[in-house]
């Protein structure tokens, strides 16, 4: 099985056909089943059987998609809620329904943050059922940004190597991660951000699976790597620490083992997929 890490899947379909058409965008809004997500504190809102929570259409503005024919919206959220809420419940979710709440709250922030045309400065419009933004001005079209982030694992004769923010809580280790830079292909990036945080060389970057993390917009890639040396110099603006762990300190923290040297990274996180398919 492929990995599918947390936020991943299909989620509804984006009918990309019916943005592009007015008339049967408005058609659409229109019908008896539309629904529209509901939201509490500024993120999409969980019930407690870890569903979304859809009521009648009163304001579709962007047209998340359809449902096999029910199309389903959100409205715009002017202001978004606090990641912090966002981690401590969005474990709850339903893994089926979190690509939906991964592209309704990357979508309507995108709105909140970007009502501004970046070539003019004039104020944009909504357009395509939301899915881009047009300046009435200058004419130029903006679309929903998608920051891509390399996550990755390296290897050394069978250990691994974890690193932990200083946001994190106590004892977590993760993979390192870093933003893709412009003019920088993935394997370049993960090279440079290893050779950045612990001072490591690698080759042989893989990738293994992709997530879209909502907060606000990445891209998450992960990938693996092969590393030639074990001696790190670890970057402290950027990390408390990172350091190598054995495969059999990897399953016990993984497995929930209190004794286990470290705390994985939870269940929504690509990292644990990561860890999980971390080949023998
Ligand atoms: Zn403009």
Redesign the pocket.
């Known amino acids: 099985m492929p990995p599918e890490p947390f936020f991943s899947g299909p989620g509804l379909d984006r009918a990309d056909l019916v943005r592009g058409d007015p008339a049967a965008l408005q058609m659409l809004a229109g019908r008896d089943d539309a629904l529209e997500l509901v939201w509490a504190d500024g993120l999409p809102a969980i019930a407690d059987n870890g569903r979304l929570q859809w009521q009648a259409a009163e304001r579709p503005e962007l047209f998340l998609g359809l449902d096999g024919d029910s199309p389903r919206y959100s409205a715009h959220q002017p202001q978004l809620g606090d990641v912090r809420a966002a981690f401590a419940t969005v474990g709850l979710l339903d893994p089926a329904e979190a690509p939906i709440y991964a592209a309704a709250l990357s979508l309507a922030g995108w709105h909140s943050r970007h009502r501004f045309?970046a070539?003019?400065?004039?104020a944009?419009e909504a357009v395509r059922g939301g899915w881009s933004r047009r300046?009435p001005?200058?004419?130029?079209d903006h679309f929903p940004r998608v920051d891509p982030v390399v996550i990755m694992l390296a290897e050394y004769d069978g250990d691994l190597l974890l690193g932990r923010q200083p946001h994190y809580p106590p004892n977590r280790y993760s993979a390192l991660a870093g933003f893709v830079e412009v003019g920088e292909n993935l394997e370049a990036a993960v090279a440079r951000e290893f050779y950045e945080e612990a001072g490591i060389r690698v080759a042989d970057v893989r990738y293994v699976a992709s997530q879209p993390w909502p907060f606000p917009s990445s891209l998450m890639i992960g990938c693996t790597a092969r590393a030639l040396g074990h001696d790190l110099t670890v970057d402290t603006t950027e990390l408390d620490d990172a350091r190598w762990f054995t495969r059999a300190e990897v399953a016990a923290a993984l497995a929930g083992d209190p004794d286990a040297p470290f705390l994985p990274p939870p269940k929504t996180a690509i990292a644990r997929t990561l860890l999980e398919h971390w080949p023998a």
């Open positions: 045309c070539n003019c400065g004039q944009s300046c001005a200058c004419s130029a």
